[in-house]
Structure formats: C-alpha cells, structure tokens
C-alpha cells in the first residue's frame, strides 16, 4: 500500500523561504506523478506544481512561477517542493499527492494523499 508523507511546513515572515519533503513509501516514487496541492481556509484545493512520472518535467501553477521549484529524488523515495519568496496569501495547507497517470490541476487525477502540513506567512 502507498503511503504519502509530507514534513516541513511551519510559519515564516513574508518574503523568506521553505522546503516542504514528500516521502513516498509502500512504492516505486519513479512510476508516480506527484503533485502539490495547497488549500487555504474557505476555498477549494488547488494545484501547485507536479513532477511527471514519463518525462521529468515539472509543471507550475501561474501564480507560484519563478518562486516556487519541485524536484524529485526517486532513489531517495522524495519529492521536495522548494518555496521561496513567500507571501501571505501563500498560507495554506499543503498536501502530497501521487497519482498514476499524467500530472493534471485536478486533485481526481491523484490517488494517494498525504494529510498535509501547515504553511503560514505572516505579513
């Protein structure tokens, strides 16, 4: 059974930089795509960036371009979400998903979840 496990969310000021981890055990990480989701209180989950499983290409949302950066480790079982220049509307939690298809903005396309971690931004 897939387990997906998230780590490293915490509260910054606006403007610094966090690294969220995303372990993938119970699996092969290489035969998954593996997404960020982020959900802020009252609005629906969004995607943040994906790592295809086919080709190694990263996809990002527009409104985390240039500041954020997801890379994936397969020997290491890992898939980190580097986020940098953070603003407060960037507060959320923030989930790992890993799905067996291509990367995709729906959270359908994704089968396994992490439960999230905590991102505050303060102004």
């Known amino acids: 059974q897939l387990h997906v496990a998230e780590s ?3 509260l910054v000021h606006s403007g610094e930089s966090l690294n969220l981890s995303c372990l993938v055990s119970g699996a092969t990480l290489g035969d998954y795509a ?3 989701f982020r959900q802020a209180p009252g609005k629906e989950r969004e995607g943040v960036a994906c790592s295809s499983r086919y080709d190694g290409n990263t996809y990002y949302a ?3 371009k240039d500041r954020f950066s997801i890379s994936r480790d397969n020997g290491k079982s890992t898939v980190v979400l580097q986020m940098n220049s953070l603003k407060p509307w960037d507060t959320a939690v923030y989930y790992c ?3 067996g298809g291509l990367c995709k903005w ?3 396309a ?3 979840w992490g439960q999230g ?3 505050t931004v303060s102004s």
């Open 97 to 99: 998903a890993a799905g």
């Open 62 to 64: 527009d409104f985390v």
């Open 34 to 36: 593996i997404g960020w």
């Open 117 to 119: 971690a905590q991102v």
């Open 8 to 10: 490293g969310g915490g």
């Open 110 to 112: 994704f089968d396994y």
């Open 106 to 108: 729906t959270p359908l």
